[in-house]
């Protein structure tokens, strides 16, 4: 009987020593807790496909002449869009714009005379030799014909002063008049 007990303890002992071998781990997985990364959101890659960013426009298309230099700035625009109605069979004054009867206007400004490629002028402005500016223009407009005789614009001219000063101002405004840098 004796023998038999010692058995029982012996094999209570060994089914303890197991139950303790399996016991050192659970100390791993707080090493897992590491800070979070920031989340670094990749720039976009190409600028291209960025949305434009939306800039704050100073002027409308030549609603006013706010950025001429004067006489033009204080000009009518009304009466310079008006009096551009005498112009516009013959002249456009965007840029690209077509040659009508008369040359495209735009970019005449600081422009030799009969500039236009492709535009077939008179011979009297081929030989003319000066550079448009808003003074010549308005010499120009007074009387086409007498200020160069036998050049081909068929326009008896403007009259009246202010309206003058009024569409070249609207010209400027419209054709991407730059005050000249001296
Ligand atoms: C009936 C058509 C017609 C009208 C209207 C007309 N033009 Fe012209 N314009 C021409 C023609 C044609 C020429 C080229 C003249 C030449 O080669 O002799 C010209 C030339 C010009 C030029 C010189 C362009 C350059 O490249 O050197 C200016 C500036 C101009 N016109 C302004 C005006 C303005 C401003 C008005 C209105 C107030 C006007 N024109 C009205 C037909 C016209």
Redesign the pocket.
Known sequence: MTFSKTILAAGTALSLLTACGGSESTETSSAQKTVEKPVVTPAPSSDASAPATPVAVPTGPAEEFAALPEPYKSADYKAGRR??K??Q???TLGAGGQNL???N?YG?FG?E????EG?E??K??EEANFV?TPEK?DE??VS?RNFLPG?????AG?RKEKDRLA?IAY?MAETGYETPTQ
């Open positions: 009096t551009f005498l112009c069979s013959c002249h009867v008369g040359p206007l005449v422009r005379i009969g500039g236009v535009f002028y008179s009297a402005v448009w223009l120009w407009l086409p050049n081909k614009m068929s326009f403007v569409v010209i």
